[in-house]
Nanobody, 122 residues
């Protein structure tokens, strides 16, 4: 069992930065692939970024070059550095953990956090 708690969302102007984090419980955190997803009102949840336990990283095309995912296995924490934010980045951001399957698919993830709101004003 893995419990995930996100924090660090907020309100920021376009062009600004935020760095949400996700703290995980459990002693097997390092063996999980970790992902960030987001869901805007009226839209489906979509993949944002993921990091394997070996720290390989994966990104959605819409955030490449602007967002960076990182993980600190000693602290059981994964981060999402978001730069050059745009109004279309506004969504609830969710952290998730997976043991196998595609990094890009929501169905592959076994555990989810409660989400943190990110709002980007124009």
């Amino acid at each position: 069992q893995v419990q995930l708690v996100e924090s660090g969302g907020g309100l920021v102007q376009a062009g600004g930065s935020l760095r949400p984090s996700c703290a995980a419980s459990g002693r097997t955190f390092s063996s999980y692939g970790m992902g960030w997803f987001r869901q805007a009102p009226g839209k489906e949840r979509e993949f944002v970024a993921a990091a394997s336990w070996t720290r390989n990283t994966y990104y959605a095309d819409s955030v490449k070059g602007r967002f960076t995912i990182s993980r600190d296995n000693a602290k059981n924490t994964v981060y999402l550095q978001m730069n050059s934010l745009k109004p279309e980045d506004t969504a609830v951001y969710y952290c998730a953990a997976r043991k196998g399957g595609s990094y890009y698919a929501t169905i592959a993830y076994d555990y989810w956090g409660q989400g943190t709101q990110v709002t980007v004003s124009s």
